[in-house]
């Protein structure tokens, strides 16, 4: 009887314990975009960042470090291909003037050197808002709270109290031709709830043994490292699905002047081209692939060109590569648009 009394109230715990998944591994998946990014700028605090989650440093710093930038992108495979800009200061400049809307020469230097490392995108992380952490008090776990700490003795492992920053993560997914943006989302982490063991120092936890933990106080440092870490987490979690989201998808074919696509079928892997506008040119780079052959694709792909609705339609057979192919195509207008596969794995 006691053995079924502790697995029922050790569910109890764990159901009350948990929370909305965090972990972008799932994401891996599904299939990642057909492009190459490069990504720069960064997590950066301005200076009125005040006394929010990640205050307590100078005012240039990362609030979240690129490096785990990269981690939740590559985890999720968000894209084919990823590359980070290893100089924190050109990031920062680069970001910055992007965010103002200022494309100098700098600006242009940047893109152009994405370009010529084979990118088809440039990821902008264009900083990291600020605010107060706000306390909305003891939420509705408080009678599993009591419960368990009247049975267990544990209930101050119960998230019971709700905290929210407003702290926010701008980004921006941009052409590399002009710079403008395709998509610049704007990624909150909502409310989070805490246990007593995360929100309160040693006494706190001592005085629970006597007072119910969803009475004991809060410890403000503790508070703020464990909301500073959920933010952080959940703000990656959230870019890398809105970035391998079927929206973001949907946008990049619409505002992209050809839609490059990778299908498989009896015929092998053929590359189809959607595009308003006539091409006027095409490029296949791919490593191991013989020039002739590469040539020889472009010129089929543009041979095969053909009205299709108010647009055009063009499709050639890949040649076989061992790693990833990038095909860019331009057309008699001068736009230019590109996308990266994978051709040994699913289309």
């Known amino acids: 009887m006691n053995r079924h009394w502790l697995a029922l109230a050790f569910v109890v715990v ?52 690129m490096d785990a930038i990269a981690v939740a992108l590559r985890g999720g495979a968000v894209f084919q291909r990823l590359a980070i800009d290893d100089d924190p200061a050109r990031r920062a400049m680069i970001a910055e003037r992007l965010r103002a809307g200022v494309v100098d020469a700098d600006v242009v230097a940047c893109l152009q050197a994405a370009r010529l490392a084979g990118h088809d995108y440039l990821l902008v992380v264009e900083g990291l808002q600020d605010a107060a952490i706000e306390n909305q008090g003891t939420n509705s776990r408080w009678p599993v709270t ?6 267990l003795g544990v209930g101050a492992l119960i998230p019971d109290r709700t905290f929210e920053s407003r702290a926010t993560l701008r980004v921006s997914l941009r052409d590399l031709q002009s710079g403008r943006p395709l998509h610049d989302p704007l990624l909150v982490a909502g409310p989070i709830d805490l246990s007593l063991l995360e929100r309160t120092d040693v006494l706190g936890v001592l005085t629970s043994i006597v007072v119910p933990p969803f009475l004991v106080g809060d410890d403000p440092e503790a508070v703020r490292a464990a909301v500073r870490d959920t933010v952080a987490r959940r703000l990656l979690s959230s870019l890398s699905r809105d970035l391998k989201s079927a929206a973001l998808r949907q946008r990049l074919r619409e505002r992209a002047p050809a839609d490059v696509a990778l299908l498989a079928g009896p015929a092998g892997r053929r590359v189809v081209v959607r595009a308003s506008a006539a091409l006027g040119g095409a490029r296949l780079v791919a490593a191991g692939v013989d020039p002739s052959a590469a040539a020889g694709f472009a010129s089929a792909l543009l041979a095969s060109g053909r009205a299709e609705g108010a647009g055009f339609r063009y499709e050639a057979e890949l040649p076989s590569t061992a790693g990833l192919a990038q095909v860019l195509v331009a057309t008699v207008g001068g736009e230019v648009a590109s996308a990266t596969f994978a051709p040994g794995g699913r289309p």
């Open 146 to 151: 009591f419960a368990t700490w009247i049975l």
């Open 14 to 65: 764990a159901a009350a314990c948990a929370t909305p998944g965090e972990d972008v591994g799932a994401l891996a998946d599904l299939p990642p975009l057909d492009c190459s990014v490069l990504v720069t700028g960064g997590a950066f605090l301005g200076a009125d960042a005040g006394d929010g989650a990640f205050a307590g440093d100078a005012a240039a710093r990362e609030a979240i470090a």
